[in-house]
């Protein structure tokens, strides 16, 4: 925590937009996330039976089928560009802000953690649909946030590992270049495409949607060896039925491990020589494709067919984001906020 | 939050003042791209004083007007006079950029009001013919001069369906590469957010090339971007090469445009009235400097991860795709699917994902250098590809 005397008169929030979730962490202590989900009545009807303009995260999903609901940083960016998505991502940083600021009339200053490559368009986009909440507001990449909220400055290596993303950054005692940081697309997105397909391959005849393939993958998912079999309740005809998805979660599962050893072998090949070793042995993993089971333990052992390696978890995947947001923006001199 | 930690330590400010620039750049690139508008009286006024002064401007002497798009001057001059040796009438030149930001179209093509005469040293005495001068290398792109932007790309995922294209030791088809990095690249670009991005095809669809050409045309394309894999008799030979419409440097590339041509479905006459689109000069400085673009994104950055991969570089050749497509057009070749190295990495996501992003890096790199390109660019060609 800061030594730097707090001035009451602002709030700093650090904040992690997710594609699935996202999460805000304030000066206050408070500690809120929510589902990157936004939905809008389709219709009059719906807007009456629902009683609100706008629903978010758990709520949207739940009340879907009357929503036009949208989940607008697909890949971590706005989706697309339209206008639509920006305004999901307003709404979204609205009830974020709201959830930690009841005070009106403190100022807000914010940080807001990006993927590692969001190119400048996409930023600026971020920066469009945030200011509107904040008095003043700084984006930065992702991985570098979680780097510095974990104090891990020099000689390590971070990979967040998303819904729409995995970001990869090394640090080595400066801001973080464009060369030291990597962004690929084989994210937690990617493995519920491939459990889908896999699912309707073996169980043509079993009913079910990406969403609930993605809840299977959150309870269940692991690499290498089960613990017994995954099963699954999943409607035939209308009946409830169990399916054994033990194979092809595993697989689906596995489908991101190649893509991360590579990007970090290149990523850190690409490094000083002198340091590879130190950064193989300090690499952190976070975002919550960090919790499947097994996942740590499988790319230490990938990447140690090339030397000496130590890979671990951060504690609080949910917010390691946010609060390496806030610990950015507590100790962002204050001139550097007026300036920008 | 990890207890203990001591914020104060200098590499720690030393980064908020990074994060803090990075910031600072962002805040002036918004305030940059602020779009501008230019009422519907003052763009007929402008087309016409520009049809006179294109025609007349020279025979009456007029030197050097100036032009302005929303208050930013720039001097029509620098388009129609020769090269002067002198820096202050290359920093007219330079003026020019500030149309870049134009948020029109070729279709919407807006344009600016001309003020009186303006002298400019040492262009007197020197006659030059008008369009002459506009077509020259020499001189700043059309687009930039006529502040064109760019708002729909089509990505073209080259073979597929029945038309399985190269096909490398271990099976892997080179439509299905093309096709998995075109979706990748749509992805990327529309991330972005300012474009409109299509696809010829984004399945396993059989797409000849005259509905591939028409597509592009009927969707108003921007730019054309044709995706391939090459393939080699030789299976050591791992290139990326990248080209737009043009007569072939040699026998090589006259046999792949044979192969790449195999399918086109167009007719003698249709293919005269192609042809008479290579006079089509913007067309030709933009496919050069796209076709630049990409080659150097793909190469500069694939070569850091393979040292082995080599560079055929822009190379010219009489593809019908790039043709008979109105716009900018360019067809990479980013790998060698012959390359058993190079078909194992093709099979593997992570690879494909990367040269998808250095195509988008390529496509953002011209798009960049658009407004500040002169038509007959060398030194940055040479740069790129250097």
């Known amino acids: 925590m800061s030594g730097k005397k707090m001035d009451d008169s602002i709030l700093k929030i650090g904040i992690d937009l997710g594609t699935s979730r996202s999460a805000i962490a304030s000066s206050d202590e408070h500690r809120e996330w929510v589902e990157s989900y936004v939905g809008w009545p389709k219709d009059f009807i719906a807007r009456k039976v629902l009683g609100k303009p706008v629903l978010l995260g758990e709520q949207a999903l739940s009340n879907r089928l009357s929503l036009d609901i949208c989940r607008p940083l697909e890949r971590g960016v706005i989706k697309e560009g339209t206008t639509r998505d920006e305004e999901a991502v307003k709404e979204l940083i609205r009830h974020l802000v709201n959830l930690v600021e009841k005070n009106e009339d403190r100022k807000v200053h914010a940080v807001v953690g990006l993927p590692a490559e969001s190119f400048t368009a996409n930023k600026l986009a971020i920066k469009r649909a945030v200011s509107d909440y904040v008095d003043s507001l700084m984006v930065t990449s992702e991985p570098f946030a979680v780097a510095y909220g974990q104090n891990l400055l020099n000689n390590a290596m971070i990979i967040d590992i998303g819904a729409g993303t995995v970001d990869f950054c090394i640090m080595h005692g400066t801001v973080p270049s464009e060369d030291d940081q990597r962004t690929v697309f084989t994210a937690g997105d990617y493995i519920d495409q491939q459990l889908f397909n896999a699912l309707s391959e073996r169980y043509p005849n079993a009913d079910f949607n990406i969403n609930m393939v993605r809840r299977f993958k959150e309870e269940h998912s692991f690499v290498g060896t089960a613990n017994g079999k995954v099963e699954v309740d999943i409607p035939v005809n209308g009946k409830m039925t169990s399916h054994d998805i033990t194979e092809e979660m595993r697989c689906a599962c596995e489908s991101i491990v190649n893509p991360i050893v590579e990007t970090t072998l290149e990523l850190i090949s690409r490094f000083d020589p002198e340091y590879q070793d130190q950064i193989m042995s300090n690499i952190v993993l976070s975002g919550g494709g960090s919790q499947i089971r097994g996942l740590a333990d499988r790319l230490q052992q990938s990447l140690r067919e090339n030397g000496s390696c130590h890979m671990r978890c951060v504690e609080d995947t949910l917010f390691a984001g946010a609060d390496g947001a806030l610990a950015l923006a507590r100790d962002m001199p204050e001139e550097f906020w007026e300036t920008v | ?386």
Not at chain 2, 57 to 70: C, E, H, I, N, T
Not at chain 2, 250 to 265: G, P, V, Y
């Open chain 2, 1 to 386: 939050m990890p207890k203990g930690t001591d914020y104060h330590a200098p590499d720690r400010l030393a980064m908020l003042h990074g994060v803090y620039e990075d910031n600072l750049h962002l805040g002036k690139l918004r305030r940059r791209r602020q779009p501008r508008r230019i009422s519907h009286s003052r763009r007929w006024t402008t087309w016409a004083l520009l049809g006179i002064t294109l025609v007349f401007g020279p025979a009456l002497g007029y030197l050097g007007p100036s032009v302005f798009v929303d208050g930013q001057e720039t001097r029509l001059s620098s388009v129609l006079q020769p090269p002067s040796p002198h820096p202050e009438a290359l920093q007219s030149v330079q003026t020019v950029h500030t149309l870049a930001y134009s948020p029109f179209t070729p279709a919407e093509l807006d344009f600016a009001v001309l003020d009186g005469p303006e002298q400019f040293p040492g262009t007197e005495s020197e006659s030059w013919s008008d369009f002459d001068m506009l077509l020259s290398d020499d001189h700043p792109a059309l687009t930039a001069v006529f502040g064109l932007d760019v708002k729909t790309i089509v990505i073209d995922a080259g073979h597929g369906g029945t038309d399985p294209g190269a096909i490398g030791a271990q099976g892997t088809m080179e439509k299905d590469i093309a096709l998995d990095i075109a979706v990748r690249l749509r992805d990327r670009l529309r991330s972005v957010g300012r474009y409109k991005i299509l696809m010829t095809r984004d399945a396993d669809t059989t797409l000849r090339l005259n509905q591939r050409v028409e597509f592009a045309n009927e969707n108003h394309a921007d730019l054309f971007i044709s995706i391939h894999v090459n393939a080699f008799p030789d299976v050591r030979v791992k290139t990326i090469e990248t080209y737009y419409f043009g007569a072939p440097p040699d026998t090589a590339t006259i046999e792949l445009a044979k192969l790449e041509n195999s399918d086109s479905h167009y007719g003698m006459a249709d293919f005269k009235t192609m042809i008479k689109k290579i006079s089509h000069t913007m067309k030709h400085q933009e496919s050069v400097a796209l076709a630049t673009a990409i080659q150097h994104s793909l190469f500069h950055n694939i070569h850091k991860l393979d040292h082995r991969m080599r560079s055929f570089g822009v190379k010219t050749a009489p593809f019908v795709v790039l043709l008979g497509v109105d716009s900018p057009s360019v067809l990479t070749e980013v790998s060698c699917i012959t390359n058993v190295d190079e078909e194992m990495k093709l099979n593997t996501p992570a690879y494909r994902a990367k040269i998808a992003s250095f195509l988008e890096r390529g496509i953002h790199e011209y798009l960049r250098h658009k407004p500040s390109r002169t038509a007959g660019d060398n030194s940055y060609e040479r740069q790129k590809n250097g």
